[in-house]
């Protein structure tokens, strides 16, 4: 055993840089959460009269589908009853499916069509660029000045477009306009509830305070309204990282756009039902917000922005970094832990202390979105607000990988996240999901070498052994419920074919 004074300070001062890594980003927490309460409190903007029918301008509603038999319908009849007038609207269905769902959407549109609404099927021959391919190419021949956008799995009110335009129509120097996400499914399980809580967070508190300051506001990829100008004068959607909303919305700022988030607007949409299809999605993100902080930060610095705005982004689309490094940390603590004298307890406790801070910032901006929501799941809170923690405790080995590629610049299909809809039936034709191996060794690891060496200490450590079991337990489960579906599947085909 090395004596702790063994274990030079430059050592243990570089473990201890991912602590105040994720300190930063706590911090950023508290900050935003400031500054969202300094916006409530402010007086409600004058209502912006609506023009005329005659006045009102003519609207693209992008409508990027791939493979969403069991929504399609609903997503349709929901923008058909869209209350604008239909000579002033063009629905397109950007369709780069390769199942049922273009059957279905074809019977769908040609139905639109004969009640007068003027929609188009557009199909690719592939997938090229994934959904930011898929909207740079339904831009082409259109026109129109304002463009909607809405994912396969949101429903979009009646009055959403009377309710989003006024302030684009308002204000010539407005990018987008960008509204609130609702959940139809948040009672489902304990994974749904733990998510609605997560975004509703980020809109009420994030959202709000950069739509109210000059940070800069991010668009969420659907249920918003952009001015076409403002997406030929950024330079088009770009497929070159897999959060292209976030991308082209740095670069309309760069421009000199700003954006509003709606704060009244919602619009109600599906989450991701099993633990896979979640771990797929914040994969995607994480990945995503790297690739762009990649592309476009050194572009950010170097521009005239604020400072305060430049260090805002930075922290947004830098914040996935905190998955690999709660990984440094812990790795760290092992290296320490060649000792079992007070090198590692030291850290322990340090660890502890951030981990709280961060914990804190995220539980006043969870407990905020409710009260402002309404939410009724205050006896339920701590269950879910313990759940959510050790989800994103368990998503540190798959959102590291996603961090590494993303810095590496390793290329990734865009993956899209499976929905439910009417019918129930997301993930029974789905391939089996990863298998949760690596969490389940990781964690029981983990737990084996700090439990023998006084690690439990630390409630930050505790968290992400929880949670890597956690997660790979769930996965371990949908994997293999997966596999017993396939099986009975073949069976019931062999038995049929007989």
């Known amino acids: 055993m090395l004596s702790d004074t063994s274990i030079p300070i430059a050592v243990q001062g570089v473990i201890a840089l991912p602590f105040l890594a994720i300190a930063g980003l706590g911090i950023n927490l508290f900050v935003l959460w400031a500054i969202s309460q300094a916006a409530a409190r402010r007086s409600l903007p004058a209502e912006i009269p609506f023009p005329p029918a005659d006045e009102l301008p003519r609207v693209l509603i992008q409508l990027p589908v791939y493979n969403e038999p069991t929504v399609i319908r609903r997503l349709l009849h929901a923008v058909a009853a869209l209350d604008w007038p239909r000579d002033r609207m063009r629905i397109q269905l950007l369709d780069d ?13 040609a139905n639109l069509r004969s009640k007068g609404f003027d929609a188009a099927h557009i199909r690719r021959t592939d997938r090229q660029g994934y959904k930011a391919g898929a909207l740079a190419e339904g831009l082409h021949g259109d026109d129109s000045p304002f463009v909607a956008i809405f994912d396969a799995d949101f429903i979009p009110p009646r009055d959403f477009l009377r309710r989003a335009m006024p302030a684009l129509l308002d204000d010539d120097h407005l990018a987008f306009a960008q509204a609130r996400w609702e959940h139809l499914n948040a009672a489902e ?29 991010p668009f969420n990829g659907t249920c918003g309204v952009w001015r076409r100008a403002a997406i030929d004068d950024a330079g088009g959607w770009s497929a070159d990282t897999l959060c292209e909303d976030l991308d082209l919305s740095i670069r309309a700022r760069l421009r000199g756009w700003r954006a509003i988030y709606l704060t009244d607007l919602s619009v109600p949409g599906e989450l991701p039902a099993t633990l896979s299809a979640w771990r797929a999605q914040q994969f995607r993100w994480t990945k995503g917000f790297v690739q762009v902080a990649r592309k476009l930060l050194g572009q950010v610095w170097r521009s005239k922005l604020p400072v305060a705005t430049k260090l805002g982004l930075t922290m947004q689309t830098c914040q996935s970094v905190c998955y690999p490094l709660t990984a440094l ?21 340090f660890g502890g202390i951030v981990a709280l801070f961060g914990i804190g910032g995220s539980a006043l901006c969870l407990i905020t979105a409710g009260a402002v929501l309404k939410r009724r799941y205050w006896l339920r809170f701590p269950v879910n607000f313990a759940v959510l923690l050790l989800l994103n405790a368990g998503l540190m080995v798959s959102n590291s990988r996603a961090v590494w590629e993303a810095l590496t610049g390793k290329r990734s299909p865009f993956m899209r996240t499976p929905k439910r809809g009417a019918l129930g ?11 949760g191996a690596i969490e389940l060794l990781l964690g029981c690891g983990l737990a084996a070498t700090l439990a023998y060496e006084a690690g439990w200490l630390s409630p930050f450590f505790s968290l992400s052994i929880a949670g890597l079991l956690l997660v790979g337990a769930g996965l371990a ?14 069976r019931t085909r062999d038995q049929s074919a007989q």
């Open 329 to 349: 940390s812990v790795l760290g603590t092992l290296v320490l832990l060649v000792d079992s004298s007070q090198g590692a307890r030291t850290l322990s406790w």
């Open 189 to 217: 399980s304990m994974l749904t509830a733990a998510q609605a809580m997560m975004i509703d967070a980020h809109f009420v508190v994030e959202q709000r305070a950069r739509s109210s300051s000059s940070l800069m506001l």
């Open 477 to 490: 489960r949908e994997h293999w419920l997966a596999v017993l579906r396939h099986a009975t599947r073949r």
């Open 97 to 109: 499916s390769t199942d049922s769902t273009t059957k279905a959407a074809a019977v769908l549109i």
């Open 425 to 435: 039936i997301a993930g029974t034709a789905e391939k089996a999901g990863p298998s």
